[in-house]
């Protein structure tokens, strides 16, 4: 769900976005499948197209790598923010859950091109609210690879959605897809050049 911009950005929907991440990892039982499950089908079907609608015009998706999306993540030397900002916010365990997810991930330099401070702020600890939701913001609920995209609104774990465009490539929020279909044993991570921050979302407002 460029390497040296990586994504993370602010939050306001704290424990309650965590929980909602959390639950959405381990509903694989059938017993809890009805909600998370419904989700999933939701955000997958909104994305899916024909194998014809890949993410043109990106660079060539890597070899699959072993590993859940935190694995991947940390093996990846261009998303090494991202890693620490998922471990400040306390979303390491969430996204090692079964899922699946689809996690549209900036690079180290998308963080970089956020306001001079703003990332430095958002791994404080009175930032954590601000942070979580600016990473669920990024992840969708179920697996979507670049074979399955279509144009058009999809739910993300934070609450609001991601317009998804396949006009020039593919872009979310307008971000351009640089990597696609990074492989993950319970999901696919889609690498992108920009922090997607939350409607409303205001750096001013970090401490």
Known sequence: M??????????G????ATLSLAACGSGSSSSSASASESKSASAA????????ASMSGSASAPAAAAGDIVAVASA???TTTLVTALDAAGLVS???APGPFTVFAHTDEAFAALPAGVLDKLVQPQNKEALTKILTYHVVNGEVPSSAVKDGQVPTLEGESLTISTANGVTVNGAKVTTPD???TNGVIHLIDTVLLPPGFDPATLQ
Request: hydrophobic share 50%; charged share 10%.
């Open 13 to 16: 929907l704290a424990a309650a």
């Open 94 to 96: 969430a996204l090692q």
């Open 76 to 78: 990846n030397p261009t």
């Open 182 to 184: 990074v492989e993950a």
């Open 45 to 52: 079907s909104s994305m899916a197209a024909s194998p014809s």
């Open 2 to 11: 460029r390497t040296n911009r990586m994504t993370l950005s602010a939050i």
